[in-house]
């Protein structure tokens, strides 16, 4: 059996044990410290916004900046169906409902024709929606301008999960600076990692300070503990950060090694009938954290989706259906959705290809030859 390749796995710089060594002897082994301060300081200057706060994952920032804008009990929160469920989940912590809309063609982001239907529907049964989540999947950025215009609008503010687009632009704009409140994720399988962690970040500062509040347990201005409200232990640790801030020292690599791979794909596998990529239309620049194929079987003699990933898999190669549709997971049955079919048709027919930025030429090699082979058979 030949090596296994991995979907996006970590890379590291090298240059992150020198920040853990630091930690160690500062003996900062706690939620405080030199890289934690240090990462925010230097995340925000990449981003060209001061206000970051670190905390121990992208799904805690999603829940933090829900809680920032007062999301409770009984309110509506629009989000995309095709999304990872992590990005809906702090919906149901605050005990609100997700209104899932479906995405569109050019970006497979949210869809802002059924945005706007959306809203003026649930406005029409006596709810306006609190908030909306907007997703930049796979590191394509959605139709910014659009949605900002409808989010002003009807006064709705946006909470950006760029999880998976740091180093992306929309109209030269960063990813994870386009939102009310924006958050990015790194988790191992993310374009920069530290094993598990997330950042929040505001234009506003009163919402960082309040979010600092909310995820350091709630802790009100006394000598003693005193608390008026709920908190959580949401910070993250100084070692995780000084992974961080050697990761970050390399993200302009990162996505330049990814953009390569998808035109590599792309170089490829594009001329093939019934195989298509996504790609950037004008005002959008992806950093391609995972580059995806669509196959139709229709104009591949039957070949499908599952016959290439089944393939891969027997090669030893790891890749990966497009994300499940929100609404068609059980556990989000109930909530209300606003679709076309455009998500579904992509998770029956899409396939994330291995896309770390560690493949080596050999490897990109093995797995075009590979998914070559299942098609002209
Ligand atoms: C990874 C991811 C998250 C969650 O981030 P974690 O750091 O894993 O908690 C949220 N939304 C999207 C779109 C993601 O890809």
Same mark, same amino acid.
């Given at each position: 059996m030949q090596e296994k390749i991995w979907l996006s796995p970590p890379h590291m710089s090298g240059n992150e044990q020198k920040y853990i060594q630091l930690a160690f002897n500062e003996n900062y082994i706690a939620p405080v410290g030199s890289n934690l301060t240090g990462f925010e300081k230097e995340l925000g200057k990449y981003l060209g916004v001061p206000n970051v706060l670190m905390l121990t994952s992208g799904t805690s920032a999603i829940h933090t900046a829900m809680m920032v804008l007062g999301i409770k009990d009984g309110d509506e929160v629009i989000a995309p169906t095709f999304?990872? #469920?992590?990005? *809906?989940n702090p919906i *149901?912590? $605050?005990r #609100?409902?997700? *209104? @899932?809309?479906? =995405?569109? $063609?050019? =970006?497979?982001?949210m869809n802002p024709v059924l945005l706007e239907k959306a809203i003026l529907d649930r406005i029409k049964r006596?709810?306006?929606p609190k908030a909306m989540v907007v997703v930049h999947l796979y590191g394509m950025p959605a139709k910014m301008n659009t949605i900002r215009e409808i989010s002003n609008r009807f006064e709705i503010p946006i909470i950006e999960d760029a999880a998976e687009a740091l180093g992306s632009r929309h109209q030269n704009q960063l990813c994870g600076t386009l939102g009310d409140l924006s958050i990015i994720s790194f988790n191992g399988n993310k374009i920069i990692t530290t094993s598990g962690g997330g950042a929040l970040i505001s234009r506003n500062s009163q919402y960082i300070s309040r979010a600092r509040f909310l995820a350091t347990q709630a802790k009100d201005d006394a000598p003693h503990y005193q608390h008026s409200e709920i908190g959580y232990n949401y910070r993250m640790s100084n070692i995780v950060a000084g992974i961080g801030r050697g990761q970050l020292e390399v993200l302009n690599e990162r996505v330049k090694t990814r953009r390569a791979n998808h035109d590599f794909y792309v170089n490829r596998l594009g001329n093939i009938p019934g195989i298509t990529f996504l790609n950037e239309r004008e005002g959008a620049y992806s950093n391609y954290w995972l580059t995806n194929m669509v196959v139709n079987p229709l104009l591949t003699d039957g070949v499908t989706r599952e016959t290439i990933r089944l393939a891969l898999d027997a090669a030893n190669i790891e890749t990966r259906p497009l994300w499940k549709p929100m609404? @068609? $997971?059980p556990v989000f049955a109930h909530c209300p959705a606003y679709v076309d079919g455009t998500s579904e048709q992509l998770f029956n027919d899409g396939l994330c290809l291995p896309s770390g930025s560690n493949l080596t030429e050999a490897q990109k090699e093995r797995i075009v030859s590979a998914i070559l082979k299942v098609i002209k058979k």
């Open positions: 999304t990872f #469920a992590a990005c *809906i *149901i912590y $605050q #609100a409902m997700p *209104i @899932l809309v479906d =995405s569109d $063609q050019e =970006s497979w982001n006596g709810k306006k609404h @068609l $997971q």
